[in-house]
T-cell receptor, first 112, second 112 residues
Framework: GENVEQHPSTLSVQEGDSAVIKCTYS??????FPWYKQELGKGPQLIID?????GEKKDQRIAVTLNKTAKHFSLHITETQPEDSAVYFC???????????FGTGTSLTVIP | SAVISQKPSRDICQRGTSLTIQCQVD?????MFWYRQQPGQSLTLIAT?????????ESGFVIDKFPISRPNLTFSTLTVSNMSPEDSSIYLC?????????FGPGTRLTVL
């Protein structure tokens, strides 16, 4: 089955700096890679996703890059703000969605 | 995006009792999922619930312990049976729609 690894497990950055979280996957059949943000006491919220026919996708301060050959994808947050502090999970999924694998999570702290 | 609600949001239960968690989606979806999340951990898939068929359980989870119902395309329930303190966790419902997976807010369960 799929194995998704996520690094780092914790990340602290100064407000205004950039944050990068990296994930690798093992199953070449995976073609959908979402990122979730989970705030304390809440369910994960989809913030951005990318599919294997796209190398990069950007949405305001958030971007995701995908290297299908190397089987890794990354989340980039620019101009970080204190409200970006949360746990971020990457995931990998096959096209049918019935095999969905999460990374171990990254706890991001943005220091004002 | 899909709006998913769960009830109850939290509960404290006695050992040996059962709790049924309800999940409601604001639109019809084919696949619904139930996850467990231990504090500070990633999400572990319990089962996939498709309308009109029995739930498909992941390794380590059995129907007798976690019976699931899926009576229609917008609703599902998960029962945690004969609870023990090891069942204390957050239980999350999610739905797959249009190549995206959306999560409910979770049910925080504490078993004494």
């Amino acid at each position: 089955g799929e194995n998704v690894e996520q690094h780092p497990s914790t990340l602290s950055v100064q407000e205004g700096d950039s944050a990068v979280i990296k994930c690798t996957y093992s199953d070449s059949a995976s073609n959908y890679f979402p990122w979730y943000k989970q705030e304390l006491g809440k369910g994960p919220q989809l913030i951005i996703d990318i599919r294997s026919n796209v190398g990069e996708k950007k949405d305001q301060r958030i971007a995701v890059t995908l290297n299908k050959t190397a089987k890794h994808f990354s989340l980039h947050i620019t101009e970080t703000q204190p409200e970006d502090s949360a746990v971020y999970f990457c995931a990998a999924s096959t096209p049918t969605g019935n095999q969905f694998y999460f990374g171990t999570g990254t706890s991001l702290t943005v220091i004002p | 995006s899909a709006v998913i609600s769960q009830k109850p949001s939290r509960d404290i239960c006695q050992r040996g009792t059962s709790l049924t968690i309800q999940c409601q989606v604001d639109s019809q979806v084919t696949m619904m999922f139930w996850y467990r999340q231990q504090p500070g951990q990633s999400l572990t898939l319990i089962a996939t619930a498709n309308q009109g068929s029995e739930a498909t359980y992941e390794s380590g989870f059995v129907i007798d312990k976690f019976p699931i119902s899926r009576p229609n395309l917008t609703f599902s329930t998960l029962t945690v049976s004969n609870m023990s303190p090891e069942d204390s966790s957050i239980y999350l419902c999610s739905a797959w729609r249009g190549y995206e997976q959306f999560f409910g807010p979770g049910t925080r369960l504490t078993v004494l």
